[in-house]
């Protein structure tokens, strides 16, 4: 297949994701797990952003200046806080559902938020970059991870970042991300994910290394019956995070 003609888009995952839009920011609905995530995955963002940027982690606005994409940003959940944190954030997903609800809701609550309906392959075509790039829980739901990621990577400005954020392909995984969760707990719908398009680790970095950036750290995280709310762990057996950088010219 030629590069003009790769997707990174998986047609089937846009009509799963489409057909629930409408409950993005409901707190007990669809995509309850999100907003119990969303508060580790944004204090992992901010922290590891300041420390990069050297910025002030406890400011008010502490992403102030800085340009950021949510690749996959669904109905907006990660996307506005950190607009409320100062950045400028741009949100992609090719699901016209998602982007309706996302900007429907920032209108309503006065965020200034760069949503479009369009993929990470048209924005690296126009020639875009960000000083972030974020792939938070999307690459397990793309056609080509391979080819999404070296996109992503592309976006990526010299002296830039990139999160991503998924679950891996283990059998753990697949006991307590998939069957637990979807099955048993009924966090998440059945079908939402699918085993064999879990990504490992090392399916994440081999590509990003390729296209110029640089593995900073592995992050486990893990939900904690116990206190309800998930945590940073050393495990990266079910969900972690990657944190890639760019060098800077």
């Known amino acids: 297949m030629s590069e003009a003609a790769r997707t990174t888009i998986d047609e089937s995952q846009v009509e799963w994701f489409s057909k629930i839009a409408a409950e993005w920011w409901d707190p007990h609905g669809k995509f309850k797990p999100l907003h119990k995530f969303n508060p580790v995955r944004i204090g992992y963002i901010r922290e590891k952003v300041c420390g990069h940027f050297g910025l002030d982690e406890k400011s008010a606005r502490p992403l102030a200046g800085l340009r950021i994409l949510d690749i996959g940003c669904g109905g907006g959940l990660l996307s506005e806080p950190l607009a409320r944190m100062g950045a400028s954030v741009t949100g992609i997903d090719p699901s016209e559902k998602n982007i309706g609800i996302a900007s429907t809701h920032a209108r309503e609550t006065g ?37 999404f990621l070296t996109t992503s990577a592309a976006l990526v400005r010299p002296g830039g970042m990139m999160f991503v954020a998924t679950i891996n392909r283990t059998l753990k995984a697949a006991a307590l991300a998939i069957f637990a969760a979807e099955r048993v707990l009924r966090w998440l719908p059945p079908g939402t994910h699918q ?6 680790p090392e399916e994440i970095e081999t590509p990003l290394t390729a296209a110029g ?13 116990a206190t309800n709310s998930w945590n940073r762990s050393r495990d990266t057996d ?12």
């Open 195 to 200: 085993y064999e398009k879990l990504v490992r």
């Open 111 to 147: 965020i200034d938020i760069d949503y479009r309906a369009t993929t990470a392959e048209a924005l690296a075509e126009a020639g875009e970059q960000f000083d972030i790039v974020l792939n938070m829980e999307v690459v397990e739901h793309v056609a080509d991870v391979d080819f």
């Open 238 to 249: 079910v969900n972690y995070m990657i944190l890639a950088e760019k060098p800077a010219v």
């Open 213 to 225: 950036l640089s593995i900073v750290e592995r992050q486990g995280v893990f939900f904690n019956l």
